[in-house]
């Protein structure tokens, strides 16, 4: 059967042909992206102007810098007999010359070392935390600490002693966490006496001491739990837990210092500056303002009329007025709340007022969590039988968190940022306490793009990294299915 | 089987306050007051001791003695010869005038940014997101710092603007020139900006300690007027598209509404702009802004600005691709599908974020004091807490006045958020 009609019938499939070459590869992705018609061809065009621009202006500043100098007139002199006279070139020389006190402030230099393990231990502290149930990244975040540590002790020329010593003491922190690793929140929990006794020095006592007290705590809840419940056992250990820290802690550990004389060279509060100064005041007041803002987060959410107004008041208080006024009130106020003669240390007082900045927030961004959460969980938990302690640990607690784990780092960032104001009640931050330093100084006086640029660079890998790593780990702990 | 009737009847003991949760929670309030009660009295006590030990008292009549100190902007009327009071509105003036200014600023930039990044060309998206990531991980201090440096270190000096007669006779140029076809100078000084005049004044009115001026009220009132009027206008042509299908055309009755009278108004007034000349050492005429007001004002746009680019993409991305294609679909054309469907869903999710950038923002206006600009902190938190060392008074004022700022902004934003919220039922 053959149908005439047609003059030609193909019987087999031609090959496929290539698109055209306007919608393929380089091409297609050009016409699409940058010059989809008149309106995009423009802004793609303003671009291209603005980062011409921009690289006009820094590119050759940047490649004409110069590393090796001793002051600012030097420099440009370089410059000028490298690439001709009205050339622009950056002086790194005075990054290389005041690095240090970039980071260290005025540190004593023989006691980098010092700051730098307990930086190091920083993260060997965190770790548990973040990966309770991972042994393979804890082991992987204790080994880069190992290999931190020894790098950075041994250029800070570390006594041979204190190298060994940190290298034993990751040793130990991976033993235990291949036998016991929920036992290395111990180790968490000591961390900040260890801290405060690298960072400040003194009487190895007086950290000693204090943490006697939250030994005391934990000790009179063991004992109180199984009878009187959860929130009056923490309140009796924490009442006798003041009354130690009170009436015995600093005698005792003025008998015990001579008695047994062990500590460190003790190194003064204003000799702290730099990014030391700002991972101090950031770290401590993230860690406490935590649970804090935990607890008045459950506070707003509380049944109890009085509690709530409380928490409302303290959190809209905080929230309503600048950091500024608060670290004012640390430096000029307190004198006259705490009682005649107290007078204690700013950077203590700063910390202790930044604390209660950052709980306020943190309050909020939790409650957020909390109220994300549905009702269901409540009343699941109360259908199980738990108290309320029970179900907030259990239940509530973990779930709300999770929630609010980018409202927290994001909170931890601005933290981060708002510790360059300190330098308004006197302390040498990065930003404007030593970039004033510096500029003051005869032999770099007039510069000011490379301190803010290096000061600006340092905070910006810092809180870039914090921002991403929140991404990566709210993309980890989603559990639903979309 | 046996069904409990009723709950066993027992006499009051002591261990339900702890253990009966009817009385739980009473037991807690109390111990919580009493523990308040006693860290407030103690917070008091300390303080009149303290107080009484360096012979002071607790009271705020140094608001009514003079000053004694200049400001260097000042928006209201005032001399050294005021009283601290005075100082403190001077100070609370020009917080509010950075914070409104920068909160309409950041807000339009932020818009612009947070759209442009969700661009479709690859090339304008790319250098948005550098910008906000830049900015957002930057601290804020460091964008003040920087922008007051390059204002006053990077800009020439008022005498380089100077023309001589030797350099006319030589064909040379100043070595600066003026901006915008002569009519806005740059200098280390400060930028020097045409100034708004009139011709003839209609006035003052006293209100108590501060002059209102009878010109700028009659501006807003012809303005208001005119907003109010434009809006009848726009309702009457709602009404008559309900009623009939078409729409009235009212461009042009909108436009001679909202400038005719008040382009009338300013010609009645002569209203004219003084430009700045340069003299011998300096500029005269005109406005002079201070560098440490641009420098801040510069900074927190900039800054918050790439908050708000956030809060926009986020708020944008928000709702979902279905409602614009539903609009097309009902053959909407873009423009109206942006402002009928797209905007009013999305300012939905924007406004709340939005609220709490302008607080930050009006809050950050503190940081003035790294280039001492003359805001609230910086008279009253500043000069005048070190003259009469009222140290108490002025912080527990500055933070009120802060305070009250904060709660006012959030209490009309969240009226204005419970308008466009939606509606459940």
Redesign the interface.
Known sequence: MTDTSHAFVRTTILPAQSPPLTEKGAIKWLR???F?GPY?TL??L???W??YSLAAAALPWLLNSVWNANSLQECRAIVAERAGPGASGACWAMVRERWHQFLFGFYPQDQYWRPLLAFGLLFAAIAPVLYSDNRRNLMAVLAAVALFLIVTLSMATAPMAVLVGAVAIIALLIGVAQVASPRLMLFTLLYPAIAFFLLWGGSIWTPVMAMVGLGVIAVAYRLLVNR??VA?AASVGVVLALLWWLFLDVPLAQQMSVLFPVGLESVPSDRFGGFLLAITIGVTAISFSLPLGILLALGRQS?????KT?SVGFI??I???????LL??AS??L??????NTNFDLILRVIILVTLFAAAYIAEVIRGGLAALPRGQYEAADALGLDYWRAQRLIIMPQALKISIPGIVSTF?GLF??T??V??VGLLDP??GV?TVVRADINWK?I?WEP?IF??AI??VI??GM?RYSMYLEQKLKRDHR | MAYAGEAPKQGFRLGMLIYDTRYRSITIQVIVLILFGLFVSWLINNTVQNLAAKDRTFDFGFLWNRAGYDINQTLIPYTNDSTHGRALFVGLVNTLVVAALGCVLATVLGVIVGVLRLSKNWLIGRIMTVYVEVFRNIPLLLWILLSFVILTETTPSPRDFRVTEEMTAAGEAPAASMLLNGTVAVTNRGINVPAPLFDRNLGTIGLGEFQLSLNTLAIIVVLGVSIFLNGRLRAHAKAVQEDTGVRPVTWWKSLLLLLGPIVLLLVALGFHLEYPEITRFNFTGGLELLHSFSALLIALVLYTAAFIAEVVRAGIQAISKGQTEAAFALGMRPGRTMSLIILPQALRVIIPPLISQYLNLTKNTSLAIAVSYMDLRGTLGGITLNQTGKELECMLLMMLIYLIISLLISSLMNLYNSTVRLKER
């Open positions: 699409e992206n940058l989809a995009n802004l793609t303003v671009g291209l603005i980062v009187i419940g009056p049944d109890m009329l009085l509690v409380l809209e208080f929230r309503g007025v600048p950091l500024i006024t004012f009130t000029l106020l004198q006259y709340f705490l009682p005649p960032i940022k708002d360059t104001l330098s308004f930003l404007r970039t007039g000011y803010y000061v600006g905070f910006f809180c870039f921002s």
